[in-house]
């Protein structure tokens, strides 16, 4: 069976393999039970940075001169998404530093666009191995917009089969339609969603359940020339000024009409009745009533919690809910937002970054969207304490089957240890692997006396992150940078989540994930027809392995600024027989599936 | 905190709620800290703990502090700190006063090493375990201030409750199990001191939290709140607790209690903090300790508010948000000469010109002055800062003292477009409604303000219970009534509850 999508065929099964890699003509992906690498025991790296060698090379750019604006110092994002629908994932970067005064006499030519792309190349080697290649493709995109850009969203908002890109900015955002071969077009003014305040982070999501992608957009500070008034860290020297010397201003949904049309709904849906200063917007099914809520992290004022009452209504519960404040009720610092079930009790916790001083904080949802600050239990508080955390995200770097976390940081304000130097604002970034209990038994982590006297959550089972440094965190996380965005995703479709991370005024970097580990894995590439295609919202959970119960959600949303892998990956450990898969698909209905581990499997909904 | 924080804390002051910072105390003096076999009040401190037993640990070196690194601002008065620190490398005092002004001047990791130093020299002062404790509380490290406020209490003499519950809070933050149990037995003992007694039940009311205990935890955060009504880290923990047992009306009325006051609680005088604040006299310190005592709305704290940000005009740096400040805080004294000759002054200034018209208008307004004055200082704030929310809430309010209330109406709107979540706003547009018969958009105008609760949520019931009443719906209006009742007296609002409950008596009394 086979129809149409744009100019391509696609093949239409209830489940089948995802398309491999392409090479020489030859499919080649990685046969079950078949450990892609690593075989070797020992410890190594569970990452590599292979920027240079993939031929990544981006700059972000942030306009500093000296004025100490605050937009320079808070973008900018970069998103992975399979552009070419070719298999593996390409890789948006945000740019940004574009002012009227940087571009006074500059020809509209001659300045450079909003955001780059860069087409994965990844190919085979006559030995097997992977070969990353990624390749500048932006001026073919075609991406024009121009400005101080800070974060994107992708998510195929047409339902054409090819993923779509929204780009924000401190000022008018843009919507750019994957015409499917190779080039972007600019529909902003016709779609409507030229946001013209400052945004930062969005989210395309079918919040409406009416089968396509709605959007979400953060919205951070009201920053007038008026409001431009210095200030000055704690001795003294000139500084960017914290969040709460400008106004906030509201974020923003945007219902899709499905006829490449939005409409702005953010009143009726009752979205403007709380804001606060946005930055990051994850959704999730937070109180599992079915019906998908927005998480909104703002910067030193109340978190938002918008729970979805339906009919296209929302309301803040946020304080309410225990995750808009510190345990002693006052907002903090927030930043980035990585949703998972981290404790895999089958609802979805909150990681947020916050401000050095304060500490990256773990809501535990209790399944009715109460959360709990357990940051000091698991280990959380005091190994990012002097962190101001950007991007974070979930992800299971070594496949054991329990949720690592890795958070990408750089200061807002001079870091008083690099007074004087020419970039006072580097932090370096972190990796924590997951240790989870389940009636005494420990997966993942080590046991150590340290690691096991943790508290435990309501269900009985007991979690922790360990911070991951020296050898096995490898040089990757040596550097130090000011580091905002953080995409997770499997760039060579080995079964290994690897990163890409965004620096403020430094170089993009690629982190090529080099675990070593036999441990098997599953991924799931969801497809549905009609406009959502890709099933963004949907859940799957597996019954076997270490993973077992846990909950996974299609999304693209979370971290800061970015957009990551839309695909499930699940990390099975020693596991290797078949797994069994729950599909909760975002229309509410289920599917039960049986399937071999070791590769990418793509399911598609079936037709009623 | 940096000058831009304090303009952000301004734009509470302009409002008129003034920040809820908590406020540092004047330096006091401070007992010399070699302490020996001076009595005290409190039970000898048992043995050490195994993870803090005492050692001998050897003196860390001073840490490179690039001095030249410093802005002028601050690189005077550390330069000569390091130098002394360093001509007398055996003299813990040198040391301590170094790692002091460090701390003053927020540079915490630094100050936390020179503290050490201090520490080793001199083993037996309880300033250096204290304020090492402090900054490293600062750091959000709180088992390394656990280990040195530990080291810190058997040498506190008449101080040693204080620094218990200072060792007790980041017991409570380190989040194990025996942390959890250490500082269980601290607050314990705590509790039976009258001054920190709410301060100790909540901790042990979020201990009971933490090991799941309702039952007690309800109990000692009703004691903590009980005994200081206005603590709002208590409320919010009781919010959290109601929040858990399903019962979100409790929680949504400790949530508004909260939203009172946040940062209010039953801090402590802290006389060795006082001493690091008078440690420094520059601009920033003398407005940030200023708007801290602005904060706390009293007579006496007004009156040293004023003395800070009179010291702090004349500075460059400052000097026009002081005078912003003055006027609202003149203002608040009742001396309007004063407010006017600040408002005069801060428009000297051309980046605050707007901010200075409404703060100047939002002064005329509160005291039924010169009203025309104020309305047309209203006008030319919003001509200015057309996204000012409080200028075109003022002025709103303004134009309704004038009787001009089409053009009110248009204000409040300009406010709600700015900021839909304007709540005064809405509500005069309400009551402009109301007062042209407009009642049915009265209705839908109040209806969105009955949640979130908030300290100001049973005045609003309040409203649309007339406003039913007006349409006709007896009933709904009396059960609004009754709710704005209900809820003034669990936010603990007697004065609107007093006058709720008259009304509703006259309400029931007719047929």
Known sequence: ?608 | MSVGAVWGLLLAVTLGAVPAAVVAAQPAAVQSGRSAAAPSAWPAWPAWPAWSQPSAPAVPPLPTIAVDAFPEASRAAITAAVRAAEARPSDADAAGALAMLLQAWQQFDTAALVYQRAQALAPDNVDWWYLGGVTDTARALPAAAAQQFARAVPLARDATSLVTLRLADARLAEGDDASAEAAQALYGKLSAQPDLAAAAWHGLGRLAMRRGDTAAAGEALQKAVTLSPDFGAAHYALAQLHRRAGDLAAASVSLARQQRCPSCGPWPDDPWQARVAALRDDAFALLTRGIAAAAERSTLATTEAIRLHEAALGRPETGGLAHLNLIALYGRAGDLARARQHYRAALDDASQVAEAHRQYAVVLLEHQQQMDEALRLFERATALAPRDVAAWQGRGTALETRGRFAEAADAYRMALEVAPDAHQARFGLARLAMRDGRVDEAIAMLEPLRAPWQPETPRYLFALSTAYLRRGRRGEALRTATEALTLARRLGDERMATFIDAELRKLEARP
């Not at chain 1, 100490?68 to 629908?85: H, K, P, T």
């Not at chain 1, 071969?181 to 409406?208: H, M």
């Not at chain 1, 993009?508 to 549905?528: F, I, K, V, Y």
């Open chain 1, 1 to 608: 069976m086979t129809r149409s999508r744009g100019n391509r065929s696609v093949r239409v099964a209830r489940v089948r393999l995802a398309l491999p890699l392409l090479v020489a003509g030859a499919w080649l992906g990685v046969g079950l039970g078949e450990a892609p690498r690593g075989q070797e025991a020992g410890p190594a790296p569970w990452f590599e940075d292979v920027t240079a060698t993939a031929g990544l090379a981006f700059v972000h750019r942030n306009g500093a001169r000296g004025a100490f604006r605050i937009q320079e110092i808070i973008g900018a994002g970069v998103g992975l998404l399979d552009y070419d629908n070719d298999g593996d994932l390409d890789i948006i970067a945000v740019q940004g530093g574009e002012t009227v005064a940087s571009t006074e006499g500059v020809s509209a030519a001659a300045r450079e666009p909003m955001a780059r792309l860069f087409r994965n190349d990844l190919r085979i080697d006559a030995a097997g191995a992977r070969v990353w290649r990624f390749v500048d493709v932006t001026a073919h995109a075609g991406f024009g917009a121009h400005g101080d850009g800070m974060g994107v969203a992708v998510g195929d908002y047409d339902g054409d089969g090819f993923v779509d890109v929204y780009l924000t900015s401190d000022g008018p955002n843009a919507l750019y339609r994957n015409r499917g071969d190779g080039r972007f077009e600019d529909v902003t003014a016709r779609a409507g969603v030229a946001d013209p305040r400052w945004s930062a982070s969005a989210a395309f999501v079918d919040i409406d359940a009416d089968g396509d992608l709605d959007l979400f957009v953060t919205n951070y500070l009201d920053v007038t020339a008026a409001s431009t008034r210095p200030c000055f860290e704690p001795a003294g020297a000139r500084d960017y000024c914290p969040p709460n010397r400008y106004r906030s201003v509201p974020d923003r949904l945007f219902r899709n009409r499905g006829d490449g049309t939005f409409e702005d709904v953010s009143e009726t849906a009752g979205i403007l009745r709380a804001f606060g200063n946005g930055l990051g917007v994850s959704i999730g099914d937070y109180d599992l009533d079915g019906r998908l809520d927005i998480f909104v992290a703002n910067d030193a004022t109340p978190n938002q919690l918008w729970r979805n009452l339906g009919g296209g209504r929302f309301e803040d519960i946020g304080p309410l809910s225990g995750a808009a404040f510190n345990a002693l009720g006052r907002p903090e610092g927030s930043m980035g937002i990585a949703s998972g079930d981290a404790d895999a009790d089958g609802d979805e916790d909150l990681v947020v970054t916050n401000i050095a001083g304060e500490g990256f904080v773990l809501y535990a949802n209790d399944g009715r969207a109460g959360f709990d600050d357990r940051r000091a239990d698991i280990g959380l508080a005091q190994t990012t304490a002097s962190m101001t955390g950007f991007g974070v995200g979930w992800l299971d770097g070594d496949s054991d089957g329990v949720a690592d976390l890795l958070a990408v940081n750089g200061a807002v304000t001079l870091v008083p240890e690099l007074r004087g130097q020419a970039v006072p604002y580097r932090q370096r970034n972190q990796l924590f692997r997951g240790e989870l209990r389940r009636g005494g038994a420990a997966t993942g982590g080590p046991t150590s006396a340290a690691a096991s006297a943790t508290s435990g959550g309501a269900t009985g089972t007991r979690w922790r992150l360990e911070e991951v440094r020296g050898a096995t965190a490898g040089p990757a996380f040596a550097p130090l940078a000011v580091s905002r965005g953080l995409a997770i995703g499997d760039l060579d479709n080995d079964g290994r989540p690897d990163a890409v991370i965004s620096a403020n005024g430094g170089p993009l970097r690629l982190l090529r994930n080099t675990a070593a580990t036999d441990h098997g894995w599953l991924g799931l590439d969801l497809r549905q027809p009609g406009p959502n295609h890709y099933a963004v919202g949907a859940t799957v959970v597996v019954d076997a392995g270490p993973a077992a119960g846990r909950l996974f959600r299609v999304r693209t949303d979370g971290s800061y600024l970015s957009a990551s892998d839309a695909r499930v990956l699940v990390g099975l450990g020693e596991h290797r027989g078949d797994i069994g898969v729950a599909i909760r698909w975002p229309d509410g209905s289920s599917q039960q599936l049986t399937m071999a581990p070791g590769r990418y499997v793509q399911v598609e909904k079936p037709r009623r």
